[in-house]
């Protein structure tokens, strides 16, 4: 025990050798070692990256309530977007913000309505209703939101043959997980 022979050695010398001092010095350094475990699971809960048991609470505090059906990180992506719309007034930065607690997106607006671009993502976002829920949230009402879907073009898929295919399923191809794509 590294923190027990540092403290024995920093006491008197009549004092090293007395099973007393020694049973408290174990019993102080014990409690010590769990209340800095508490402190830094504490801290931690500071950090949106490493939130557990405070999620209900910082969710609670900007008025979220959250589907039965969603994940932690859903949950997570959630709060940041709220955390990101507290910014300030609505502009493209702050949309692409939002979006960012997703996805990489380009945000462009013409004058007329808002279009969100998915750079990151091949196909339909699976949280899509949460980030046009999260965007609408923030979004002057009169400016209608649109979203363009990135899908992949022949010419950006590998040339395969049958045989490649057949070690893949219809669901490793729907998610994206292609071993040869």
Same mark, same amino acid.
């Given at each position: 025990m590294h923190e027990f022979d540092n403290a024995i050695t920093n @006491? &008197?010398?009549a004092y090293r050798a007395d099973p007393w001092i020694a049973a408290l010095l174990r019993s102080i350094i014990g409690k010590d070692e769990s209340l800095r475990a508490d402190a830094w699971e504490? #801290? #931690?809960?500071?950090?949106?990256d490493s939130l557990t048991f405070h999620l209900p609470m910082e969710e609670k505090l900007v008025?979220?309530? &959250?589907k039965a059906?969603?994940?932690? +990180? +859903? *949950?997570?992506? $959630?709060?940041s977007a709220k955390w990101r719309s507290a910014a300030g007034k609505c502009d493209l930065e702050m949309i692409r913000g939002i979006?960012?607690?997703w996805y990489e997106v380009?945000?462009?607006?013409?004058?007329?309505? @808002?279009?969100? *671009?998915f750079i990151s993502i091949i196909g339909v976002p699976p949280a899509l209703d949460a980030l046009l829920a999260a965007v609408q949230e923030v979004c002057p009402a009169h400016?209608? $939101?649109g979203y363009t879907i990135r899908y992949r073009r022949w010419r950006e898929v590998k040339p395969? @043959?049958?045989?490649?295919l057949t070690e893949d399923t219809w669901a490793a191809v729907k998610g994206g997980k292609l071993k040869n794509g």
């Amino acid at each position: 025990m590294h923190e027990f022979d540092n403290a024995i050695t920093n @006491l &008197p010398g009549a004092y090293r050798a007395d099973p007393w001092i020694a049973a408290l010095l174990r019993s102080i350094i014990g409690k010590d070692e769990s209340l800095r475990a508490d402190a830094w699971e504490n #801290a #931690a809960q500071m950090f949106l990256d490493s939130l557990t048991f405070h999620l209900p609470m910082e969710e609670k505090l900007v008025g979220i309530v &959250p589907k039965a059906t969603n994940t932690v +990180e +859903e *949950r997570k992506n $959630i709060l940041s977007a709220k955390w990101r719309s507290a910014a300030g007034k609505c502009d493209l930065e702050m949309i692409r913000g939002i979006c960012g607690a997703w996805y990489e997106v380009d945000v462009e607006y013409d004058g007329n309505a @808002l279009d969100i *671009r998915f750079i990151s993502i091949i196909g339909v976002p699976p949280a899509l209703d949460a980030l046009l829920a999260a965007v609408q949230e923030v979004c002057p009402a009169h400016i209608p $939101i649109g979203y363009t879907i990135r899908y992949r073009r022949w010419r950006e898929v590998k040339p395969m @043959l049958w045989g490649d295919l057949t070690e893949d399923t219809w669901a490793a191809v729907k998610g994206g997980k292609l071993k040869n794509g």
